[in-house]
């Protein structure tokens, strides 16, 4: 499953956010890409991806590479999601994104070797998380990470590249109050209920973060849960010592599950970031679908860090 039809070029597609990181990829981008025969298509606005991805997938494309940060292949990943293409459809990163997380955690490292993954690279079959009916392949995160993310603007990602998260970090910390949420896992796995106020929680399938090496197995049908509770004094420096730099942070709650629930306990709904991503929640059903997303990965992958 998913492999080229015939092997043509046609059979191919490379989707490219020219405005991804610090927006200087795309001449080198189409280069390589015509120099591995994958016809480009660029984005032109944001949520265009997804409907890219669907044209793909309509159009008979089973080798789809994207070329951007976290949120474009996100969006990409939306889009086969949204018509049931992933059966058909081998996806490929190749990174031009400020952090790229997903590319490295797929082992993949730059342009070059992103390329050179989707046309020779081993694939796999990875989880996909869903949370309510929008798919996540790394995480999806409530709390000061996602104000974090929300707080980090393009322009500040632009200009400092993985600095801006710190910058965003200080900035979001002055008025981030914490969450009143209650989380109910019940599903295969772990079973827990928990009430309280929380500094975040994390929902990880591909990457999480807040502890030491901060991942999931993103082939083992299991959602990785992080409870970081509330702490006075040191929070904002936990949480990002945490998120940038990967170290220890007490106070948490980790388990596994397919099923979750989280409900906000005030009026306000919770702000997830999801695979970078910000979506708004007043209650929202995480779940998990198995085996769904073919990728390409890179020799230094492997699905237990």
């Not at 994958?38 to 789809?64: C, I, N, W, Y």
């Not at 390329?115 to 392949?137: H, I, K, Q, S, Y």
């Not at 981030?176 to 796995?189: P, Q, S």
Request: aromatic share 4%.
């Amino acid at each position: 499953m998913g492999e080229p039809r015939s092997g043509r070029p046609a059979d191919r597609r490379l989707i490219v956010n020219p405005v991804s990181g610090e927006a200087d990829h795309v001449e080198t981008v189409h280069r390589l890409a015509a120099l591995h025969q994958f016809p480009v298509v660029e984005t032109e606005r944001s949520g265009h991806a997804v409907d890219l991805a669907k044209q793909a997938a309509a159009e008979g494309v089973d080798m789809l590479a994207v070329c951007g940060g976290d949120g474009t292949v996100h969006e990409v990943i939306q889009g086969l999601f949204a018509v049931d293409a992933l059966d058909t459809v081998t996806l490929c990163v190749v990174p031009a994104g400020t952090e790229n997380i997903i590319a490295e955690d797929l082992g993949i490292d730059g342009l070059g070797e992103g390329f050179e993954v989707a046309t020779g690279g081993e694939r796999r079959r990875l989880d996909l998380g869903v949370a309510n009916d929008e798919p996540f392949v790394m995480s999806a995160v409530a709390g000061l990470p996602a104000e974090v993310s929300d707080a980090t603007t393009g322009g500040l990602k632009q200009r400092f590249g993985s600095a801006a998260f710190l910058i965003g970090g200080l900035k979001a910390g002055q008025t981030f109050d914490g969450l009143d949420v209650t989380v109910d896992a019940r599903g295969g796995g772990d079973e827990v209920v928990w009430t309280d106020e929380a500094l975040a929680v994390v929902v990880g399938n591909l990457r999480r973060f807040g502890t030491a090496g901060g991942h999931a197995n993103a082939e083992d049908g299991l959602l990785d849960v992080e409870i970081i509770e509330q702490m006075p004094g040191t929070a904002l420096r936990d949480a990002i010592e945490g998120r940038l730099l990967g170290r220890e942070c007490s106070h948490i709650r980790t388990f596994e599950t397919t099923r979750l629930g989280i409900d906000s306990l005030v009026s306000e709904p919770i702000r997830f970031s999801l695979d970078g991503e910000i979506r708004t929640f007043e209650t929202v059903q995480f779940g998990i679908v198995p085996q769904a997303l073919t990728v390409r990965v890179g020799s230094a992958y492997t699905p237990v860090p």
